[in-house]
């Protein structure tokens, strides 16, 4: 979805209404340079980071009545909605009572399309309204989620700006393994392996793992997850030039994949 940045700020105006923030206390930055991200929130909020593997920031209020999460989900999605969907089933999430009841797609500031619900929820036995927007990046997504206490409108517009400002820090590219990359299947289906063992669409294989280094001169060994009731663990293995997997089967090689340009 492309929106041009007056688009998006009238879209979110829509969404969430204003803000007087206190004399003195500007909105300020909040990084994290391990998940490569940063977010703009309200002046005065206090921050904590990496709560757990999952958690990796919590911006909260003076008062307790609104915060602001930013959340890693590891798990290989292919869509923001899918993403959306999957935060949706967390416990932490589910506590709140939530009831949907908007949904749409914004654009952050730096390029990254998102997917935003809104819901009614409860927070600390209060009517409360939250929104949550998934957003990713090679195999890597985040859900942002902000609730606020009915009370507590005026803080509304600083978290409709918070939301707008998730950004994606620019990564130092690592070395990859050398199966990472997009794959045409011999059925005809794309697929692309990412890092940390994930695959998408997962529908063909779950994920991979490496079991050997660079065996005879092959750029590795792995084993590769299959859904399905016949499915299981297989052995693959690439090409020397690293274009070409083969599935190992009985001491023959099958192939199974082409690596795409």
């Known amino acids: 979805m492309n929106l041009n940045r007056t688009a998006l700020a009238a879209l979110l105006l829509f969404l969430l209404p204003a803000f007087p923030a206190r004399a003195g206390e500007h909105p300020f930055w909040a990084a994290d340079r391990r998940e490569n991200f940063r977010i703009l929130l309200p002046g005065g909020w206090t921050v904590r980071r990496h709560l757990s593997q999952e958690l990796a920031l ?3 209020s003076r008062d307790g009545a609104a915060y602001l999460e930013v959340h890693i989900l590891r798990e290989p999605f292919s869509t923001e909605t899918e993403a959306a969907d999957g935060f949706e089933e967390r416990e932490g999430f589910r506590s709140l009572s939530p009831v949907e009841f908007w949904r749409g797609t914004i654009v952050s500031v730096s390029g990254v399309k998102g997917h935003l619900r809104k819901y009614r929820v409860i927070l600390e036995g209060r009517p409360a309204e939250a929104s949550a927007a998934s957003f990713g990046r090679e195999g890597t997504w985040f859900a942002v989620l902000a609730v606020v206490s009915s009370g507590g409108s005026d803080i509304r517009a600083a978290l409709k700006g918070s939301l707008r400002s998730f950004s994606l820090l620019k990564m130092t590219a690592a070395p990859g393994d050398p199966i990472e990359g997009r794959w045409r299947w011999h059925n005809g ?10 695959v998408t669409p997962s529908s063909l294989v779950n994920s991979w793992k490496r079991t050997a280094p660079f065996p005879q001169g092959e750029p590795g ?6 859904p399905g009731p016949a499915g299981g663990e297989e052995e693959a293995v690439l090409s020397p030039d690293g274009r070409k997997l083969f599935r190992v089967s009985g001491g023959e090689r099958i192939q199974i994949a082409a690596r795409l340009e």
Do not use: A, K, M, V
């Not at 794309?190 to 994930?198: N, P």
């Open 58 to 60: 919590r911006g909260r």
């Open 189 to 198: 289906r794309i697929l692309t392996f990412g890092r940390d063992g994930t």
């Open 221 to 226: 060994s792995y084993l590769l997850s299959i």
